[in-house]
Structure formats: structure tokens, C-alpha cells
């Protein structure tokens, strides 16, 4: 068996090839730096990391763990480079790819010269794109051929913990391998016979965007609770206890609820209760910028729809479903309102589906909150969706969709596999009979 080049000896690097070494493989640790080289050969960790050097002298003093800062014969010798070099930050925070640019191309100019099958597994940390417009024409320039035949590259993010990283290499939250092809994703998935997790196999750009999706939520997690708390003390709650509880409900809270991407949230509770507490923040001077910027966060995305639809061109416009969610007549802080508001203040020729509002059945604050915004609904509203679609150059698509219409009915059969797509509702479609 051939051996497994790992390039990089920090933190990700270092712990990958001790614990690959110490799960059977044989393993070359490469780095440019001669003091890491020299320490992991006198078996010593070149990182402080709770395990790490009592395995790493070990899995040395096995022979199964080597090192070397000479790339031309760690590649001649594996079969299988995992690349964990740095990526840090540029001055103006984009992400500084030069050194696994380097690796990638040394690699490839060592391939140019040997015949020898080779799979490059991109572990640091990179943005969508990088791989595929960067990487890719680098390594193909430098080897002479295009990729997929003998020469392989792809994205294998790494999610473990500096502290805890021997135990989360052992059982982390999936293995996710980002590649265009089968055999590569489980080439990756063999290095690790004894990880129970499961195994993910994605393109390379849903890959590379899933390990930020993760830091960003974990960023976002730590700044919401820090909030909360700060809140929690002037309030004269128990942010510790407040937490604690919150974190009970596995139903709506620690789930996948509210974590799809999609239009804009509204109705008659979460952008109440957002602003209630940011009007008291700022009432008593504390600075909760992540919860003062959800509103306008929101706000965001009500804008996009309107130019989406400014950008088609078009001014007659059906807009499908209008409550805050499908299955309630419930207008109050619709986004869908907002937009049909600005689309008629904007001189748009709108109509209005929604099976869930009958007008004459609204009532109380749900009236009101029509009357004000929308006072000529009776005039927008359709009850067929033929004639919304009869009436419109563009449908908008909003929330819930695929309950306020019959997708199998003619008039929308066209429209149908747009609608699969959807990920950003409302989606602008134009009709295409
Ligand atoms: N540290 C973490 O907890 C963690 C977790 C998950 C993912 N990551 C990602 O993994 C990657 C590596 O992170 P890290 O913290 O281990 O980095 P690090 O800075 O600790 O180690 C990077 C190593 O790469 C070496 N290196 C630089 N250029 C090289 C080259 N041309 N050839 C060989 N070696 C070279 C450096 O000398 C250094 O030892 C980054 O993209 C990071 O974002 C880090």
C-alpha cells in the first residue's frame, strides 16, 4: 500500500496523519517548515493539542509516520495527498489561498513527470469557486493533462476542534467529500474504517460552502447567546437558565425549523417580538448588533424580490399567496404584503392568489392591518388561479407554493419543475404560454 502525503503540519494537518497512522496507514507529513519537519521526526508534535504527542511518538516510532519538507518524494511515494496548509485571512478578509496554490502546483509539476494515478484532497478551507476556477487550471497547466482520468482533485472540509481534535477525527458530526465522482468520495471515505459518522457525498462547491455555513452558525450561535445573556442580566433573568431552556425544545429551536433558505419571515409574532427587544436594548443603551440587524436583514431579501421583478421587465404580475405562510389568513407583517404594497405604489398592474384569505372573513387587527396597507385588495384578489394566470407577464411565487396551488392543473404544469427549483421564494416566473 502506498503511502497517504499529508501537506501541512498544523493543527488539522498534524492530527490527521497521527491519527491515519495510528488507523494502519502509512503516512508522510510534508511542511515547509524544517522545525516542524525535525520536531515530528524526534517524535515530537509540532502543536500543542491534548493527545497529540504521545501519539505522535508512537505512530513515529512505529515507522508508519514519516516527515519531510520534500514534496517531489512524499508525492512519488503516496498515492494520495490530503492538503491542510493554511488559508488565512487577506488584509481586506478574502481568503489567502497562496500556499495551497503552491502545494497544488508542485504536485502537479512532479505528475507531468511520472505516470502514477494521484488524488489531491483539498482539506484547508476554501470558498465555492476556488477549486474549481483556481485550483483546477493551476494543476491541469502544471501537469500537462485535464483532470478526471489519472489525476483527481477534490474538497474534503475538515471539522474538528483544536482541543478536542483527536476525539472529534474519531467521531465527527458527518465525513463530507465534495467530488464530481463516486470512486473519489470513497477513496476519502476508506481512510477511515473506524468513523461511525455518517458519510456525505456532495459537488465540490456544496462542499466547500457547507464548512463555512457551519463556522458562520457556530459565530452566529455564540453572538445570539452572548445577546440573550446581556439582555437576560438587565432584564433580571438568568441568561444561563434562559439558555438552558431554550435549548430544550429540539422541535423548533435545535432543529432544522427556520434553517431553510426562502423569502423573508413575517407575520403577527416574529418581527413584533424582534423589535420589542431591540427597541429595550437600545432604550437601555446595550449594543446588540446581531438582533438589531435581523429586521434589516429581512428587509433585504424583500427588497431582492422587488428587483427580481424589476429586473423582468414585466407589469402585470400575479403574485401567488399573500398570508405570511400558506394554511392561515393571517396578513399581519407579511412580507408578501410589503411587496404587493410596493409593487402597486410602484404602478404595477398586481393580482393576488391566495385560497387562504377570504376577505370578508378577516377580522380585528388583521383587518386593520389590511385596510392600511393594502385597502383595494377586493379589487386584487382572484379566486381562480386561471385568471391570475391569464392576468399575468410574471408570476411571483411566494411562500408555501406548493399548497396554495394545484401544480397539476394545466395552466401551471409549465411552471412546475421552476418551482422544484425554488430556493429563494418568491421566485419570479414568467409564464411561458
Ligand atoms: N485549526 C482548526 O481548528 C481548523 C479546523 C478545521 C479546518 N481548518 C482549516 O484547515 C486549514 C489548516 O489549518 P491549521 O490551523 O492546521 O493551519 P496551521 O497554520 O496550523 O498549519 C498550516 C501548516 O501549513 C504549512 N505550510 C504552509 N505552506 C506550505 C507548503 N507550501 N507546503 C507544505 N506545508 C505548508 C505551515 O508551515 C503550517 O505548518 C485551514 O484552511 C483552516 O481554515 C482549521
Known amino acids: 500500500m502506498k503511502k497517504i502525503a499529508v501537506f501541512g503540519m498544523g493543527y488539522v494537518g498534524c492530527v490527521t496523519a497521527a491519527c491515519l497512522s495510528r488507523d494502519g496507514h502509512r503516512v508522510i507529513g510534508v511542511d515547509i517548515s524544517m522545525e516542524k519537519v525535525q520536531a515530528l521526526r524526534s517524535g515530537h508534535s509540532p502543536v500543542v493539542e ?15 509516520l514519516e516527515a519531510t519538507n520534500d514534496i517531489d518524494s512524499a508525492v512519488l511515494d503516496s498515492e494520495m495527498a490530503l492538503v491542510a496548509v ?29 505516470d502514477q494515478p494521484y488524488t489531491i484532497v483539498v482539506r484547508s478551507t476554501l470558498l465555492p469557486g476556488i477549486l474549481e476556477e483556481r485550483l483546477t487550471p493551476l494543476l491541469v497547466e502544471a501537469s500537462g493533462e485535464q483532470l478526471g482520468e489519472r489525476i483527481r482533485l477534490a474538497i474534503h472540509p475538515e471539522f474538528l476542534r483544536e482541543t478536542t481534535a483527536i476525539r472529534d477525527y474519531d467521531d465527527p458530526p458527518f465525513l463530507l467529500a465534495g467530488s464530481d465522482e463516486d470512486e473519489v468520495a470513497d477513496a476519502i471515505f476508506k481512510l477511515y474504517p473506524h468513523v461511525a459518522a455518517k458519510r456525505i457525498h456532495t459537488d465540490t462547491r456544496t462542499a466547500a460552502l457547507v464548512k463555512y455555513a457551519c463556522n458562520a452558525f457556530h459565530a452566529l450561535k455564540v453572538s445570539f447567546a452572548n445577546e440573550i445573556g446581556v439582555l437576560a442580566h438587565t432584564l433580571g433573568a438568568d441568561g444561563h437558565e434562559v439558555m438552558r431552556v431554550v435549548c430544550e425544545d429540539n422541535r423548533l429551536n435545535i432543529s432544522p425549523a427556520y434553517l431553510r433558505p426562502g423569502f423573508a419571515f413575517g407575520g403577527s409574532c416574529l418581527p413584533k417580538d424582534v423589535r420589542a427587544l431591540t427597541r429595550f436594548a437600545q432604550r437601555n443603551a446595550i449594543d446588540v448588533e446581531l438582533l438589531a ?9 424583500i427588497e431582492r424580490a422587488l428587483q427580481r421583478v424589476r429586473d423582468a421587465g414585466h407589469r402585470r404580475i400575479g403574485l401567488v399567496g399573500l398570508s405570511f405562510k400558506a394554511g392561515t389568513d393571517d396578513l399581519r407583517e407579511s412580507p408578501q404584503v410589503r ?3 410596493s409593487l402597486l405604489g410602484q404602478g404595477y398592474d398586481l393580482k393576488i392568489y391566495d385560497p387562504d384569505v377570504r376577505l ?13 396597507h393594502l385597502p383595494h385588495l377586493a379589487s386584487l384578489l382572484v379566486d381562480d388561479p386561471r385568471d391570475l394566470y ?14 396554495h396551488i394545484d401544480w397539476q392543473n394545466e395552466y401551471f404544469r409549465d411552471v412546475l419543475d421552476l418551482q422544484r427549483d425554488l430556493t429563494s421564494a418568491p421566485t419570479a416566473v414568467v409564464p411561458t404560454t
Open 50 to 64: 491534548p493527545g497529540l504527542e504521545p501519539l505522535v511518538r508512537e505512530q513515529v516510532a512505529s515507522g508508519r
Open 86 to 114: 493554511g488559508t488565512p485571512s487577506e488584509a481586506d478578509g478574502s481568503v489567502e489561498t497562496h500556499a495551497v496554490e503552491r502545494v497544488v502546483q508542485a504536485i502537479g509539476r512532479l505528475l507531468r513527470h511520472t
Open 293 to 301: 440587524s435581523i429586521l434589516r436583514s429581512n428587509d433585504a431579501h
Open 339 to 341: 411587496l404587493a404594497e
Open 360 to 372: 370578508a372573513d378577516l377580522t380585528g387587527r388583521n383587518l386593520s392591518f389590511i385596510d392600511q
Open 390 to 403: 391569464e392576468h399575468s407577464d410574471l408570476l411571483i411565487l411566494a411562500t408555501g407554493v406548493a399548497t
